[in-house]
C-alpha cells in the first residue's frame, strides 16, 4: 500500500516548553501501526513531529480512521492543552485490465485479481455508451451519476471473469455496452473503479430501428417497420441466399406472433404494414425480424419492439398521457402533440424524458386528440440517428371527477334550547370552486349507520341548526357535493355524548309559596340546562315520612308544586322521600341510574 507521510507543527505563542503526542485508531493496528517521529515531540516555542504509516490492505474499511494529536504546554499554573483531528480513508486499488469480449448474445468480461487478498469479491457495472468518467483520486465504488448500474455480485476474489448476457435473455444489437468492476470488502468498502471496457454485439443479425405509426399518413394507423441490415454476417457459415421473416403480435406478451411478409435480400429493409390500423388497436403491437438463409434455415432475430401506445386519463380541466414503448433502443425525449376541438392541425405543445405527460388548463367536455413522438438512438456508431417513431392517435375529453374536499365539522350544543349547531369548512380555497350543496347525517347511536337529515342547496350555507329534537346525543358527518354530483369524503364524525350537557341531579329543598320562586321540585341546572337534552325519562316517587305516595312523574322535569297528588291538597311543611330511576340516553344505547334522597319543603 501507499506510505502516508506529512508533518504536524504545534506553535505556543507563550514561547513555553510544548508536548506534541498523538493516538487514535491508525496507531493501534496489529499490522502495521502508525506512528510519529519523534514520539513525543518536545521543543520551546514551536515543534513538529512526522506521522508515518506504511499502510497496507488490512486497512482497508468503509469507515475513516482518526488520528487525534494533542499538544500540550508547560505553563503555570495552568498547563494548556489543544487537540486536532485528522480522518484517513485507507482505499483498496482498482481491479486492473478489464477486457471485454463479444461472443454470440453476450459479453465475456476478464480482470486481474486484486492485490488485496482479504478482498470478498467483485462487483460489475454496466452502462450504455462510454461514460467519460475518470475515478477522483479518493472516490471509490461507481457512483450512480455515472449512468453506469450495478449488474452482477461475485462472491470470491478468485472469479475474475463473467458472462454477461442479460441474464440469459441476451444483450442488444447496436449498443455499445460499456463495463467496471470494483472489488468490495465484507464491510461493504468498495476499491477505486476498474478501466472502462466497451464492447458491442457482432452485427451479424437485423436490428430494428422504427414501428412507427406512418408519419405521412397518421391517420390511417398503418406502421412503419424499419431496420439496419447484418453487416458482419459469416457468409461461409451461413450462405444464402437470404431472405427476412417479418412476424407481429398483438400486444407485448409475444404470444401468438403472426407472420406479416417474407422480403428476399437484405437491402430491403424498409415495410410498410398496411393490414393493421394503431388508431383502432387497444394496445400496441410488437414486430421482430427474423434473418434466414433460404438453404439452410434459421439463422437469428432483432431485438422485439414495440409500437407506441398511448393511454389517456381524462380528469377535471386535464387529460393525463401515458405511454410505455418496448423498444431495444434508448428513447431521449418525447414530444406531444395536440389538436383541439373544431382544429385540423396537430400543434406541439410540449417535451419531456418521462413517459407521461399532463396536459392541464383544459375546457371540461371538449374532445382533444393527440400522439407522441419519439426520438431516440443506439449507442452504436454507423446506425440511423435520430430515431424518429410515432404513436397512434388518441382522444379523450376532460371531465370533472374530482370531488370537493373533506369538510371540516364543528358541532355546538345548545343544552338548554335542545339543539346542536353544525359549523362546517372546507380547508382549501380551490375546494370551493364548484361546490354545490351539502348532505348531512347522523346516527343516535356509535356503530349504527349515518342516515342524510338534510340537505342545504346553497353552497354558501356551511352552518345548521338541528333543533326540535327530542335530545342532543348522537354522531354527525357532513359531505360536499360539486355541479356535475362528484361527492367528497365524509367529514370525521362529531359526536355528542350525554356528558356533554350537565348530569342529571335533584336538590334537597323547595318552598312551594306562590312567590315565583323556587316554587317547583326540578332538577339542578334547570334554568341553563333541559332535561329532556340527556335523559328519556324518569320512573319518580316522592313519599311523606309515613310512606304514603304523594307524587309520581315519568317527566324528567318533574315539576311537583308540593300538593298531594291523590287529592290536591298542598302537603304539610316538613321532609319527604323520593326513589328516582333516571333513563340517560348515550351514544352505546340508554343507560340507568338510581337516585334516592330526601327533600325538604318549606312554604
Given amino acids: 500500500g501507499d506510505f502516508l507521510q506529512f508533518d504536524i507543527t504545534a506553535i505556543d505563542?507563550?514561547?513555553?516548553?510544548?508536548?506534541?503526542?498523538?493516538?487514535?485508531?491508525?496507531?493501534?493496528?496489529?499490522?502495521?501501526?502508525?506512528?510519529?517521529?519523534?514520539?513525543?515531540?518536545?521543543?520551546?516555542?514551536?515543534?513538529?513531529?512526522?506521522?508515518?504509516?506504511?499502510?497496507?490492505?488490512?486497512?482497508?474499511?468503509?469507515?475513516?480512521?482518526?488520528?487525534?494529536?494533542?499538544?500540550?504546554?508547560?505553563?503555570?499554573?495552568v498547563s494548556l492543552v489543544n487537540f486536532k483531528t485528522v480522518f484517513?480513508?485507507?482505499?483498496?486499488?482498482?481491479?486492473?485490465?478489464?477486457?471485454?469480449?463479444?461472443?454470440?448474445?453476450?459479453?465475456?468480461?476478464?480482470?486481474?485479481?486484486?492485490?488485496?487478498?482479504?478482498?470478498?469479491?467483485?462487483?460489475?457495472?454496466?452502462?450504455?455508451?462510454?461514460?467519460?468518467?475518470?475515478?477522483?483520486?479518493?472516490?471509490?465504488?461507481?457512483?450512480?451519476?455515472?449512468?453506469?448500474?450495478?449488474?452482477?455480485?461475485?462472491?470470491?476474489?478468485?472469479?475474475?471473469?463473467?458472462?454477461?448476457?442479460n441474464e440469459g435473455n441476451g444483450l442488444v444489437h447496436g449498443v455499445n455496452y460499456c463495463y467496471r468492476v470494483t472489488a468490495y470488502f465484507n464491510d461493504e468498502a468498495e476499491s477505486?473503479?476498474?478501466?472502462?471496457?466497451c464492447a458491442y454485439l457482432k452485427r451479424d443479425v437485423p436490428i430494428i430501428t422504427n414501428v412507427s405509426n406512418d408519419s405521412l399518413n397518421l391517420q390511417s394507423g398503418n406502421v412503419l417497420v424499419a431496420w439496419s441490415k447484418p453487416i458482419e454476417l459469416d457468409t461461409v457459415q451461413y450462405p444464402g441466399p437470404y431472405k427476412y421473416v417479418l412476424k407481429r403480435n398483438n400486444g407485448l406478451q409475444w404470444?401468438?406472433?403472426?407472420?406479416?411478409?417474407?422480403?428476399?435480400?437484405?437491402?430491403?429493409?424498409?415495410?410498410?404494414?398496411?393490414?393493421?390500423?394503431?388508431?383502432?388497436?387497444?394496445?400496441p403491437y410488437v414486430y421482430q425480424v427474423d434473418l434466414e438463409s433460404v438453404t439452410i434455415g434459421y439463422i437469428g432475430s432483432s431485438q422485439k419492439a414495440s409500437s407506441i401506445f398511448v393511454q389517456t386519463a381524462p380528469t377535471d380541466q386535464e387529460i393525463k398521457l401515458l405511454w410505455a414503448p418496448v423498444v431495444p433502443w434508448e428513447n431521449k425525449f418525447y414530444v406531444v402533440y395536440r389538436k383541439d376541438q373544431g382544429q385540423t392541425v396537430y400543434d406541439s405543445i410540449g417535451f419531456t424524458p418521462f413517459v407521461f405527460y399532463r396536459d392541464q388548463g383544459l375546457d371540461n367536455d371538449q374532445k382533444y386528440c393527440y400522439y407522441i413522438k419519439s426520438v431516440g438512438h443506439y449507442s452504436l456508431p454507423g446506425l440511423a440517428d435520430p430515431l424518429i417513431n410515432f404513436s397512434q392517435i388518441t382522444c379523450a375529453k376532460p371531465v370533472d371527477n374530482i370531488p370537493p374536499c373533506k369538510p371540516v365539522l364543528t358541532v355546538e350544543t345548545d343544552c338548554e334550547e335542545v339543539s346542536n349547531t353544525l359549523i362546517w369548512s372546507l380547508?382549501?380555497?380551490?375546494?370551493?370552486?364548484?361546490?354545490?350543496?351539502?348532505?348531512?347525517?347522523?346516527?343516535?347511536?356509535?356503530?349504527?349507520?349515518?342516515?342524510?337529515?338534510?340537505?342545504?342547496?346553497?353552497?354558501?350555507?356551511?352552518?345548521?341548526?338541528d333543533s326540535g329534537i327530542q335530545n342532543v346525543v348522537g354522531c354527525y358527518s357532513v359531505t360536499a357535493i360539486d355541479s356535475v354530483g362528484n361527492v367528497s369524503e365524509m367529514s370525521d364524525t362529531v359526536c355528542i355524548d350525554y356528558d356533554t350537557c350537565p348530569p342529571y341531579e335533584l336538590p334537597n329543598v323547595f318552598?312551594?309559596?306562590?312567590?315565583?320562586?323556587?316554587?317547583?321540585?326540578?332538577?339542578?341546572?334547570?334554568?341553563?340546562?333541559?332535561?329532556?337534552?340527556?335523559?328519556?325519562?324518569?320512573?319518580?316517587?316522592i313519599?311523606?315520612?309515613?310512606?304514603?305516595?304523594?307524587?309520581?312523574?315519568?317527566?324528567?322535569?318533574?315539576?311537583?308544586?308540593?300538593?298531594?297528588?291523590n287529592n290536591n291538597e298542598d302537603c304539610a311543611d316538613g321532609v319527604y322521600y323520593y326513589t328516582c330511576q333516571v333513563y340517560i340516553i348515550t351514544l352505546n344505547g340508554l343507560d340507568q341510574m338510581k337516585l334516592q334522597g330526601s327533600i325538604t319543603l318549606y312554604r
Fill in 13 to 77: 505563542p507563550d514561547k513555553t516548553n510544548v508536548e506534541l503526542t498523538a493516538f487514535g485508531g491508525p496507531f493501534e493496528q496489529t499490522v502495521n501501526p502508525a506512528y510519529i517521529d519523534p514520539d513525543p515531540a518536545t521543543g520551546n516555542d514551536t515543534v513538529t513531529t512526522t506521522f508515518n504509516w506504511p499502510t497496507t490492505c488490512a486497512h482497508v474499511r468503509f469507515e475513516p480512521y482518526t488520528a487525534i494529536f494533542k499538544a500540550r504546554d508547560s505553563g503555570f499554573p
Fill in 192 to 197: 477505486r473503479a476498474s478501466n472502462e471496457a
Fill in 511 to 541: 318552598t312551594p309559596n306562590g312567590d315565583n320562586f323556587n316554587d317547583f321540585f326540578v332538577p339542578l341546572n334547570n334554568n341553563n340546562s333541559n332535561a329532556f337534552a340527556n335523559v328519556e325519562r324518569v320512573d319518580m316517587t
Fill in 88 to 165: 484517513i480513508n485507507v482505499i483498496a486499488p482498482a481491479p486492473e485490465n478489464l477486457e471485454a469480449t463479444a461472443l454470440g448474445n453476450g459479453i465475456n468480461l476478464k480482470w486481474e485479481k486484486s492485490s488485496c487478498q482479504n478482498a470478498a469479491g467483485y462487483k460489475v457495472y454496466r452502462r450504455s455508451g462510454q461514460s467519460g468518467w475518470e475515478p477522483g483520486y479518493c472516490e471509490t465504488g461507481v457512483p450512480y451519476y455515472t449512468g453506469f448500474r450495478l449488474i452482477k455480485q461475485l462472491d470470491g476474489i478468485n472469479d475474475t471473469a463473467f458472462r454477461d448476457d
Fill in 427 to 465: 380547508p382549501y380555497d380551490s375546494c370551493n370552486q364548484d361546490v354545490a350543496r351539502y348532505k348531512i347525517y347522523f346516527t343516535p347511536e356509535k356503530g349504527q349507520d349515518m342516515v342524510l337529515i338534510k340537505t342545504i342547496n346553497n353552497p354558501f350555507d356551511t352552518s345548521w341548526v
Fill in 255 to 283: 404470444d401468438n406472433p403472426q407472420k406479416v411478409i417474407e422480403l428476399p435480400g437484405l437491402n430491403d429493409t424498409i415495410y410498410l404494414d398496411k393490414s393493421v390500423n394503431l388508431n383502432a388497436n387497444n394496445g
Fill in 543 to 565: 313519599y311523606n315520612r309515613w310512606g304514603k305516595v304523594m307524587y309520581t312523574t315519568h317527566d324528567p322535569q318533574i315539576n311537583w308544586d308540593g300538593k298531594n297528588q
